[in-house]
């Protein structure tokens, strides 16, 4: 049989699934363009965020992992590090370690306060400036060396 015996019916079939199928692939391909675009972008902004940790005399984790980290919009360190709550993290993130009523503030690393600092620089300096004066308020020093 063929496409000249096939009913007319069938025909309309055939083109309709061929037509749904080529949409379905196109919107894939499109999908997969724009992710492959945010890799990248989010693996050169984390090669420079390396370079500028190395460069600060700072350790610095392999690039690889820090786009898988922080993406290519800085992921938690971008989210206003003005807000109340993300100073109360990173304020608790300064403490000894322990929980409940053990819980005491410790004086902070000044290395660990500078690599967010780079970070905030890379993936939003727009919030630098108010980084940089949340950290006046703390007491940091060089507690790792």
């Not at 945010?38 to 786009?67: C, F, M, W, Y």
């Not at 922080?70 to 938690?76: C, E, P």
Request: aromatic share 4%; charged share 20%; glycine share 6%.
């Amino acid at each position: 049989m063929s496409t000249a015996d096939a009913p007319d019916r069938t025909r309309i079939w055939i083109y309709l699934t061929a037509a749904v199928l080529l949409v379905v692939f196109a919107l894939i391909g499109l999908l997969t363009f724009d992710e492959i675009h945010r890799n990248n972008e989010a693996t050169a902004k984390a090669q420079q965020l390396h370079s500028n940790l190395l460069a600060a005399g700072l350790p610095a984790p392999e690039p690889d992992v820090i786009a898988s980290a922080l993406g290519d919009d800085g992921g938690s360190v971008c989210q206003d590090p003005d807000a109340a709550h993300i100073k109360a993290k990173y304020q608790a993130a300064l403490s000894n370690g322990a929980s409940g009523p053990g819980q005491r503030p410790v004086i902070g690393s000044k290395e660990a306060a500078e690599a967010v600092g780079q970070a905030i620089a890379v993936y939003c300096p727009q919030h630098l400036a108010d980084y940089r004066a949340h950290l006046d308020t703390l007491h940091l020093d060089d507690t790792t060396k």
